[in-house]
């Protein structure tokens, strides 16, 4: 039977036990369950077997030859890398001061003998849901303090971190197509961080700049090459060689420097100001724009050459509002990101919120998101729009519906998701997400 624990970073229970027909009791029952097991006669061999095959969970029995199970127990909690495995201690002695301090100690749970197996199978679950919730958080601790900041899961998302995969590590150019605040940049950011290029990445914004110093700022001047140029100065393509130049809001270049542009994405090549010498320079140009380029090179307004050379691989960033189901997870991301920069604690929200946000139009996109989250994490007013009193709308009833329902699973599975999961006909993941949303404590229903 298939381990459905096999996700987690530790795939078995360790049961660890001197007597033969207990351990053998233990094991069987477990197993039935599509729990994974290994066996351990004593202690000592149990830590030999951490490095190459860590468990979820750890069933021992207090009393065993050389090292006991609270010598185990405290050894285990002074690990770091196995301190949050649950251990769960057996003892047929009835010693009720012994299981006191053993729980002190940081047992997940003390088992009188002899017990059945379903008490043996109830506690293992309850600890290994423990412990996909510290490995989930541990992972979500990981990801947003990782290199790739362009968070989210939905399908959309989905596609997108898929051409980074595939486009990231090439030498292609990108053409990035997105609303204002989408993360056009952090995309692009991304997309350099896959190439593996040792160059920098420079980021120019084409909306920013006066046409009059547009040329001098990307392909740089010589001395002497306009009033005022008193020195050489390296332009940003030549700066970005060997790494990746950012060109955000493209469609406001003008059409003289259009050609330019084509012509050095072309050759590899530019010039500087005021000099005939050609430069080879390596760079990765990705562009980004807000507006449909094939529509304003039909009405004349941005050179259609140019725009073909640059759609050879184009990513859509898809508006926020298109991906409503990303928000729990970047309002996560933003508010823990918001409470360590002030020294805040980390609120809680309720669904009414959540349902507040999943119904928002976000004109602004994830920027907009970022700056709500952090007022929010601040406790002042998130600057969005309040449901009027009494709201009795079809969303705020959908809502309420489903926590009910999740609620009343929760209640009937004793407070096991994977119970509750099976009895709404839902995957694990998607009630974890749902649980999430609606600021529910599973445990209370235990």
Same mark, same amino acid.
Request: glycine share 8%; aromatic share 6%.
């Given at each position: 039977?298939?381990?459905?624990?096999?996700?987690?970073?530790?795939?078995?229970?360790?049961?660890?036990?001197?007597?033969?027909?207990?351990?053998?009791?233990?094991?069987?029952?477990?197993?039935?369950?599509?729990?994974?097991?290994?066996?351990?006669?004593? $202690?000592?061999?149990?830590?030999?077997?951490?490095?190459?095959?860590?468990?979820?969970?750890?069933?021992?029995?207090?009393? *065993?030859?050389?090292?006991?199970? *609270?010598?185990?127990?405290?050894? %285990?909690?002074?690990?770091?890398?196995?301190?949050?495995?649950?251990?769960?201690?057996?003892?047929?002695?009835?010693?009720?001061?012994?299981?006191?301090?053993?729980?002190?100690?940081? @047992?997940?749970?003390? %088992?009188?003998?002899? !017990?059945?197996?379903?008490?043996?199978?109830?506690?293992?679950?309850?600890?290994?849901?423990?412990?996909?919730?510290?490995?989930?958080?541990?992972?979500?601790? @990981?990801?947003?303090?990782?290199?790739?900041?362009?968070?989210?899961?939905?399908?959309?998302?989905?596609?997108?971190?898929?051409?980074?995969?595939?486009?990231?590590?090439?030498?292609?150019?990108? *053409?990035?197509?997105?609303?204002?605040?989408?993360?056009?940049?952090?995309?692009?950011?991304?997309?350099?961080?896959? #190439?593996?290029?040792?160059?920098?990445?420079?980021?120019?914004?084409?909306?920013?700049?006066?046409?009059?110093?547009?040329?001098?700022?990307?392909?740089?001047?010589?001395?002497? @090459?306009?009033?005022?140029?008193?020195?050489?100065?390296?332009?940003?393509?030549?700066? @970005?060689?060997?790494?990746? *130049?950012?060109?955000?809001?493209?469609?406001?270049?003008?059409?003289?420097?259009?050609?330019?542009?084509?012509?050095?994405l072309q050759e590899r090549s530019i010039e500087r100001l005021g000099s005939n010498t050609s430069?080879?320079?390596?760079?990765?140009?990705?562009?980004?724009?807000?507006?449909?380029?094939?529509?304003?090179?039909?009405?004349?307004?941005?050179?259609?050459?140019?725009?073909?050379?640059?759609?050879v691989v184009s990513i859509d960033l898809p508006p926020l509002r298109e991906r409503a189901d990303d928000i729990p997870?970047?309002?996560?991301?933003?508010?823990? $990101?918001?409470?360590?920069?002030?020294?805040?604690?980390?609120?809680?929200?309720? #669904?009414?919120?959540?349902?507040?946000?999943?119904?928002?139009?976000?004109?602004?996109?994830?920027?907009?998101?970022?700056?709500?989250?952090?007022? !929010?994490?601040?406790?002042?007013?998130?600057?969005?729009?309040?449901?009027?009193?009494?709201?009795?709308?079809?969303?705020?009833?959908?809502?309420?519906?489903?926590?009910?329902?999740?609620?009343?699973?929760?209640?009937?599975?004793?407070?096991?998701?994977?119970?509750?999961?099976?009895?709404?006909?839902?995957?694990?993941?998607?009630?974890?997400?749902?649980?999430?949303?609606?600021?529910?404590?599973?445990?209370?229903?235990?």
């Amino acid at each position: 039977m298939m381990n459905p624990y096999s996700a987690y970073s530790g795939q078995v229970v360790y049961v660890i036990e001197d007597d033969a027909a207990v351990r053998l009791g233990c094991s069987q029952a477990l197993s039935l369950e599509g729990i994974g097991v290994r066996e351990f006669e004593d $202690a000592e061999s149990a830590f030999a077997a951490l490095k190459e095959d860590p468990p979820a969970v750890i069933v021992s029995d207090v009393r *065993l030859p050389g090292i006991d199970g *609270l010598t185990l127990l405290d050894s %285990i909690k002074a690990r770091p890398k196995d301190a949050d495995v649950p251990v769960i201690l057996t003892t047929g002695h009835g010693d009720v001061a012994m299981a006191v301090g053993a729980m002190r100690s940081g @047992a997940y749970d003390f %088992i009188e003998k002899p !017990f059945d197996s379903d008490r043996l199978v109830d506690t293992v679950r309850r600890a290994l849901e423990q412990r996909k919730l510290v490995v989930e958080n541990r992972s979500l601790r @990981a990801q947003l303090s990782s290199e790739r900041p362009l968070l989210g899961r939905s399908p959309v998302m989905q596609r997108v971190h898929a051409l980074i995969d595939a486009i990231g590590p090439t030498r292609a150019d990108v *053409l990035i197509v997105g609303e204002t605040g989408t993360g056009k940049e952090v995309l692009a950011r991304a997309l350099h961080a896959a #190439s593996r290029r040792t160059g920098p990445f420079v980021a120019l914004n084409c909306a920013a700049l006066p046409e009059a110093v547009f040329e001098s700022e990307i392909f740089g001047h010589e001395a002497g @090459a306009f009033t005022g140029a008193q020195q050489r100065r390296i332009g940003k393509f030549e700066y @970005a060689s060997g790494g990746t *130049l950012f060109l955000d809001e493209l469609e406001t270049m003008p059409l003289a420097l259009q050609a330019k542009l084509l012509r050095a994405l072309q050759e590899r090549s530019i010039e500087r100001l005021g000099s005939n010498t050609s430069i080879a320079v390596d760079v990765r140009v990705i562009a980004a724009v807000k507006q449909d380029l094939r529509q304003l090179s039909d009405q004349g307004q941005f050179r259609a050459d140019l725009y073909y050379r640059l759609n050879v691989v184009s990513i859509d960033l898809p508006p926020l509002r298109e991906r409503a189901d990303d928000i729990p997870e970047l309002i996560a991301h933003f508010v823990r $990101a918001a409470c360590v920069r002030y020294e805040k604690p980390e609120p809680t929200w309720t #669904s009414e919120d959540m349902m507040r946000w999943q119904l928002h139009d976000w004109p602004g996109n994830v920027r907009e998101l970022k700056n709500v989250a952090e007022r !929010f994490c601040l406790g002042v007013d998130d600057g969005l729009p309040q449901p009027p009193a009494g709201s009795d709308s079809l969303a705020s009833r959908m809502v309420r519906a489903e926590r009910a329902y999740i609620e009343e699973a929760l209640r009937n599975a004793g407070g096991q998701v994977i119970k509750a999961a099976e009895s709404l006909g839902l995957p694990r993941k998607t009630l974890y997400d749902k649980i999430t949303r609606h600021g529910i404590d599973a445990t209370a229903f235990r």
